[in-house]
């Protein structure tokens, strides 16, 4: 992609010349000796590229690709490279390298990570219809319809057609094509790899400008597909670009490090290596050195910075199960940092990443040493990510879907589907190019559960307004409330990793999103779907202002009169045993068959009937008022108090009688309470034939669109 240049005194990763080198990331602790991308265009030149037999120039991207997948068919390695070198022959990076070394690194980039053959096959001519001749219809006659799709996913747009739309356009684009293949974006990680490790001859502004959208887009990106090898080392140059002086800083306390004559790190790892020895478990212990922006991060928190704060140890292992086996080891045998401990195995980061989290406190000085626990096909995909899940077309469709529709394939993420969703309703390249960062700053995801079972992940900090527009889409427009964990909350409530969702929807396709939605929008989708129906508003007749607003649903309920109808003699047979005296059912608490009860004889020969666990009846029985035994007769019939909550809209009075009355309920007094932010409290004292009938009665109220809650009128802490 027009890979910018290379410093050619380097053998190996180059570094923006002005900030020295970047100490390479943990996760190539490994890796094979640097390569000498010089060398390697030079052969690129004058290696062998006779038919049949692998060209010279490509054998440490064959040596990785084996180490991998060693039963891999290296024939379109083999015809990829050869088509690559002969169309980009004469060309020149800014350097003066042969281009050819641009895909050849970006290529062993992927194959390092475990990329399958396809993808490694793409990259090698992932510029040529960009920058050669070649077509994307000969890449596809020749290499079949994958890697056709795959280049022409990161194929640049060209400025002289869209100007300066062509960047976000592109990313557009290519975002597009990864929602349909993830390779894509793999490749297009791997190619600003390479090209930030190679940007110390570019002007200053350059630099800065190409370190900004890998900050701000690549690196995010790289974050929410697992790849956290090229995440990592992506962050530490960005970082030496744009912040050289707080680099330099870091890269002299890593120095200084090294140079201690102890190591707590090193001397912890072998008392884990005992412990696990002693308890028969068969694990490798590793030291992972920080990388440069995690230790910057560290050494804001903590200073000085001690000699456990410069890595962690990882532990590796066979089985999930000897994970946890490992964990409680640790934390028998040495002092657990309890507060520390996150188990990503039970729940895995919506990146796929899995592993234990816990940390040890040193028994000399009490240094705390951070420790990994996972098994070696967990950490292969915590650094590689969807890399390491190969070829996305291998599982048969019908494997792909979930059964609550949402795609089980893992490489088409919750986070990119919705990204997918809202590019479509951004309006011109700036608003899609400022949203999708904005998106991408989002680094932290929750999942909620829906009442059905089904999830939804959602970025940190969003409230119910985008749990309903990431539900329903533009239908979310009729929502009109929501329970959280049970409990009615408010559109605005921020939601939290874990939380029950229930959105209470409205039957009216005309809806309009409520005046503050906006604010309390925290995702694109949300806000770009509530803009547009706004935009889509009638303007407005009246010259009065105020009558810009919609106005509240509730009204209609909200000015409905106390409605008090004649009462009925009937409630239920109360037996007493108390000679002549008459009964009177409590208002307070409003018991009804088969409900528990109990008496107090008051004034006037009259006894009072309390639910047993009316407050009421705490208080009496306090003062030392004697209990009268009270029981239900034969008869049936009884009067209840009934709470309703609910939205306001038109006609939802009636509609809430007219329930009520075909459950065979005389309505004997109503209250309706004024709104409160297009909340309705209704109260409801009705007689029915039979007790029985009354968890029927409130399952036909709570049925009525817009009523989110029915219960019996609770005790109150009032006299007899």
């Known amino acids: 992609m027009n890979a910018e240049a290379v410093n050619p005194a380097s053998p190996g990763p180059v570094t923006p010349a002005s900030v020295g080198p970047v100490a390479p990331p943990a996760a190539r602790r490994k890796a094979r000796p640097r390569i000498d991308l010089r060398r390697l265009g030079r052969a690129a030149l004058l290696g062998s590229t006779a038919r049949g037999r692998l060209p010279d120039a490509i054998g440490h991207v064959v040596e990785a ?6 039963e891999a068919d290296l024939d379109p390695l083999r015809r990829a490279y050869v088509l690559a070198e002969s169309s980009h022959r004469g060309q020149m990076r800014k350097s003066g390298e042969p281009y050819i070394t641009h895909p050849l690194a970006v290529t062993l980039i992927l194959a390092e990570l475990g990329a399958e053959t396809t993808t490694l096959t793409a990259s090698l001519l992932h510029d040529t219809v ?36 062509a960047e976000p356009e592109t990313f557009r684009k290519m975002l597009l094509a990864t929602g349909n293949d993830v390779r894509v974006m793999s490749i297009k990680l791997a190619d600003r790899l390479h090209n930030m490790r190679t940007l ?5 502004e350059k630099q800065e400008r190409i370190a900004k959208v890998t900050r701000d887009v690549l690196i995010p990106l790289a974050e929410r597909l697992g790849v956290q090898a090229l995440k990592s080392e992506l962050e530490d140059l960005v970082f ?19 140079a201690r004559a102890d190591d707590p790190l090193a001397e912890v790892a072998e008392d884990v290596r005992k412990v696990l020895r002693e308890a028969d478990i068969n694990a490798e212990v590793l030291i992972r050195p920080r990388h440069f922006v995690s230790l910057h991060r560290v050494s804001r928190k903590r200073d000085p910075l001690r000699g456990a704060d410069f890595g962690r140890l990882l532990v590796l292992v066979q089985e999930d199960a000897d994970c946890y086996a490992v964990l409680g080891e640790l934390h028998t045998c040495m002092t657990p940092v309890v507060s520390e401990f996150k188990d990503f195995i039970a729940v895995p980061k919506f990146n796929l990443y899995q592993s234990l989290h816990t940390a040890v406190a040193r028994a000399q000085d009490g240094q705390v040493v951070e420790v990994l626990i996972r098994t070696h096909q967990m950490h292969k995909v915590a650094e590689a990510g969807v890399v390491a899940l190969g070829n996305p077309y291998a599982t048969p469709p019908e494997e792909q879907t979930a059964g609550d529709g949402e795609r089980a394939d893992p490489t088409r993420p919750g986070w990119l589907s919705r990204l997918l969703d809202w590019q479509r309703g951004a309006p011109d390249p700036d608003t899609f190019w400022s949203t999708l960062r904005e998106d991408l700053a989002q680094d932290r995801e929750i999942t909620v559960f829906r009442p059905d079972g089904g999830t939804l992940g959602l970025p940190e900090g969003a409230t119910c307004v985008d749990a309903a527009y990431a539900q329903y889409g533009e239908d979310a427009h009729a929502c009109m409330g929501a329970r959280v964990n049970g409990r009615l909350a408010t559109m605005s409530t921020v939601l939290r990793d874990g939380d029950g969702v229930q959105l209470l929807m409205g039957q009216d396709p005309a809806s309009e999103p ?28 009246s010259a009065d202002p105020a009558d810009d607003a919609p106005a509240p649903a509730s009204r209609p309920a909200a000015d409905a009169p106390e409605v008090r109808p004649g009462s009925g003699a009937g409630s239920p047979d109360v037996l007493v045993d108390l000679p002549g005296a008459t009964v009177r059912l409590a208002g307070c608490c409003t018991p009804v068959p088969p409900d528990r ?7 006037g020969g009259v006894v009072t009937v309390h639910r047993a666990e009316c407050p009421a009846v705490a208080r009496m029985t306090s003062a030392g008022r004697p209990e009268v035994d009270v029981r239900w007769g034969d008869s049936t019939e009884c009067r209840v108090t009934l709470l309703a909550e609910s939205f306001g809209r038109p006609h939802l009075l009636a509609d809430l009688t007219e329930a009520m009355a075909l459950e065979g309920a005389e309505i004997v007094s109503a209250t309706v309470e004024p709104p ?19 968890p029927a009665l409130m399952r036909a109220m709570r049925d009525v669109a817009g009523v989110y809650d029915v219960s019996r009128s609770q005790p ?4 007899a």
């Open 65 to 70: 690709h084996r180490a991998h997948h060693p």
């Open 130 to 165: 960009e920058d050669t001749d070649v077509t994307l219809d000969q890449v596809g006659e020749e290499f079949g319809a994958e890697v056709r799709y795959l280049v022409d996913g990161v194929t640049k747009l060209e400025k002289v057609d869209y100007g300066a739309a």
């Open 200 to 204: 110390g001859v570019m002007r200053r």
């Open 240 to 258: 030496a670009v744009m912040h050289p002086e707080e680099y330099e800083h870091t890269r002299k306390l890593v120095d200084e490090n090294a």
């Open 514 to 541: 409520a005046g503050d939605w906006l604010e309390h929008a925290h995702t694109p989708a949300a806000r770009i779907a509530i803009r547009r129906r706004l935009a889509a508003r009638p303007a407005p007749t």
């Open 597 to 603: 009860v109990t008496g107090f004889a008051v004034r």
């Open 676 to 694: 409160d932010r297009q909340r309705v409290r209704h109260t409801y004292t009705v007689l029915l034939p039979d007790a029985a009938r009354l």
């Open 716 to 719: 109150q802490p009032t006299g």
